[in-house]
């Protein structure tokens, strides 16, 4: 009976630990101009100091289309989180490669 009770004692704790944790994306912000959708399906924009930075995708929620061409060359600014997605060979299979992009979360229109 007291083997019985310790076991389901550390499941709860267990249960109870699994349910705290959290993971934390750290939400970054910039200012950059919208450039253009690569070959690949980024979004590509360029900050003030002149750097090109690639965004993987946008969340749903954001209103904004990058796909419009009125959007070309306007300030945006943009709110973002880096998550690890998991690589597809060329027949779209999952190799269990892994790579960190950057996926925006809001994005406003500044100019």
Do not use: R
Request: hydrophobic letters at 40%; aromatic letters at 12%; zero cysteines.
């Amino acid at each position: 009976m007291k083997k019985t009770f310790n076991i389901a004692f550390v499941l709860f704790i267990a249960t109870a630990l699994s349910f705290t944790t959290k993971i934390t994306n750290i939400q970054n912000t910039l200012t950059a101009t919208f450039i253009e959708v690569t070959d690949d399906d980024f979004f590509k924009f360029i900050d003030a100091d002149k750097k090109e930075i690639l965004f993987y995708d946008v969340i749903e929620e954001v209103e904004i289309s990058l796909y419009d061409d009125e959007n070309l060359n306007k300030k945006f600014k943009i709110t973002w989180v880096e998550k690890e997605i998991e690589l597809m060979d060329d027949e779209g299979d999952l190799t269990g490669e892994k790579k960190k992009v950057k996926s925006i979360t809001s994005l406003t229109l500044i100019n």
